[in-house]
C-alpha cells in the first residue's frame, strides 16, 4: 500500500485557482535512482508534485536514511511547458551563473501547515544562488548538466526527507508562491474620427486611464493612446472591467462595453512620462 511522504505545492497568482500548472518536475541523475532503489512513486498534479513510498518496502528508504556519510536529498529540476511563464511571472531575471533555488534546510512553517521555502513570502531576488553553490550544498554534481548551464531551468528545489528531526515516514508540504507580472497597460484605439473625444473608465473607478499624443502603428495607421496609471496584474481570468466612452456635444456614450485586457504575450519594455523603463502590455482596438 503506497502512502504519501512528500508534497509540493506552487502557487502562482496569474492563475484564477491560485495553482501553478504546466510545470515539470525533473529529478536529477541522483535523486532519480534514490526514487527507483527506495521504490517511491511520483505523480504530477496540478501545482506540484506528491512522492509516495511502499509501505510493505519501508526499508529500503530507511537504509538511504541511515547512511551516516550522506543525507537523504532529494533534488529537482523544475520547467515550464508554458512558453509564456516568465511574461506572466514576477521573477528575478537569472543573470550570469545563478539560479533560483530553494533548500529545505531554510523552510519556514506557514498558518496552513505547510513549510515555506523561499527567503520571503514570495519568490524573489534573493533566492537566486550561484549554480557552483548549489552544487556544493546539495552535494550533488549531476544537479546541473553543462547544457543546463546555458539553458537553464526555472529553479531547483533541494529537499530532505526527515528534516530537523521529522519522522522519516511523516507526510510533509513544502510550498512556493510566485507572483503575477504587473504591466502599465496600454489602449491604441485605431479607426476613430480625428475630432472625436473618446475615454477609457474603469467602471469600478479603481484604474483610471490618461490620454495622450496620438501615435502612429503599423501600416502608417494615426492611433488614439490610452495609459494606466498604475501596473495592473495579468491575470488568466482578469476581473478588470474597463469600457471605451464617445463625448459628443449633447451627451456621453459608451461604445465598446468591455474593452479587451492584456496579454502575457503582448509585453514590451517602455519608458513612460520619462521615467524609468516599464513593462508595458499594448492592447489594440479597432473601432
Not at 154 to 180: H, K, M, N, Q, W
Request: charged share 25%.
Amino acid at each position: 500500500m503506497y502512502k504519501p511522504i512528500l508534497r509540493i505545492v506552487v502557487r502562482h497568482g496569474y492563475y484564477s485557482n491560485g495553482s501553478a500548472r504546466n510545470l515539470g518536475f525533473v529529478p536529477s541523475e541522483k535523486t532519480e535512482k534514490i526514487i527507483t532503489g527506495a521504490g517511491l512513486i511520483c505523480k504530477a498534479e496540478e501545482g506540484g508534485i506528491s512522492l509516495f513510498y511502499d509501505e510493505d518496502k519501508k526499508e529500503a528508504l530507511e537504509l538511504y536514511a541511515d547512511d551516516s556519510h550522506e543525507e537523504l536529498r532529494l533534488c529537482f529540476k523544475v520547467r515550464s511547458t508554458n512558453p509564456l511563464f516568465q511574461n506572466f511571472t514576477e521573477m528575478p531575471v537569472c543573470k550570469g551563473e545563478k539560479l533560483l533555488f530553494f533548500d529545505s534546510r531554510n523552510r519556514v512553517e506557514q498558518p496552513d501547515g505547510c513549510y515555506g521555502l523561499s527567503s520571503s513570502q514570495i519568490v524573489s531576488g534573493d533566492d537566486l544562488v550561484f549554480i557552483d553553490d548549489i552544487e556544493h550544498l546539495v552535494t550533488d554534481n549531476t544537479i546541473i548538466t553543462r547544457r543546463e548551464r546555458l539553458i537553464k531551468p526555472l529553479f531547483v528545489l533541494s529537499i530532505r526527507l526527515g528534516e530537523r528531526g521529522d519522522a522519516l515516514f511523516e507526510p510533509t508540504t513544502y510550498c512556493l508562491v510566485f507572483e503575477g507580472r504587473k504591466t502599465v497597460w496600454k489602449y491604441y484605439l485605431m479607426g476613430a474620427e480625428a475630432g472625436a473625444d473618446f475615454s477609457i473608465v474603469d467602471v469600478n473607478n479603481a484604474i483610471f486611464f490618461s490620454r495622450s499624443d496620438d501615435g502612429i502603428v503599423a501600416g502608417n495607421r494615426v492611433a488614439k493612446i490610452f495609459t494606466s496609471g498604475v501596473a495592473i496584474p495579468l491575470m488568466e481570468r482578469s476581473p478588470y472591467h474597463f469600457q471605451l466612452k464617445r463625448t459628443d456635444a449633447k451627451m456621453c456614450r459608451v461604445v465598446i462595453k468591455r474593452l479587451p485586457v492584456a496579454s502575457p504575450d503582448q509585453i514590451c519594455s517602455r519608458v513612460i512620462n520619462g521615467n524609468k523603463a516599464e513593462d508595458v502590455s499594448e492592447i489594440f482596438i479597432n473601432y
